[in-house]
């Protein structure tokens, strides 16, 4: 059973950064890409970045700019650096992995989340 494990997350005010991370039980490597989705309440759970193996990335242009994504392979490790934190950016953040060839499927492994709260 693969596991993944957020953290960093916490509690910030506009215009300060966090770094979250994910720990993964299997080999990263092994799959096609890795990513981060995000959910604010009562909302949909949302992609905000993705990374595949061979290093490409993609981000929605809501936080294209502000958000980054890396991943350590040796670790099996990927992170995301978020800068300059709005209120908006507030929710649950999940790490996710796609062992599938695209990632224009729904992930095949997700994280428990953790939360990013942003004070204005």
């Known amino acids: 059973q693969v596991r993944l494990v957020e953290s960093g997350g916490g509690s910030v005010q506009a215009g300060g950064s966090l770094s979250l991370s994910c720990a993964s039980s299997?080999?990263?490597?092994?799959?096609?890409?890795m990513g981060w989705y995000r959910q604010a309440p009562g909302k949909q759970r949302l992609r905000v970045a993705e990374?595949?193996?061979?290093?490409?990335?993609a981000y929605p242009i809501s936080v294209r700019g502000r958000f980054t994504i890396s991943r350590d392979s040796a670790k099996n490790m990927v992170y995301m650096q978020i800068e300059n934190l709005k209120p908006e950016d507030t929710a649950v953040y999940y790490c996710a992995g796609w062992a599938r060839d695209s990632t224009v499927w729904s992930p095949d492994y997700w994280g428990q989340g953790t939360q990013v709260t942003v004070s204005s």
């Open positions: 299997g080999n990263i490597d092994s799959w096609y890409a």
């Open positions: 990374i595949t193996t061979g290093g490409a990335t």
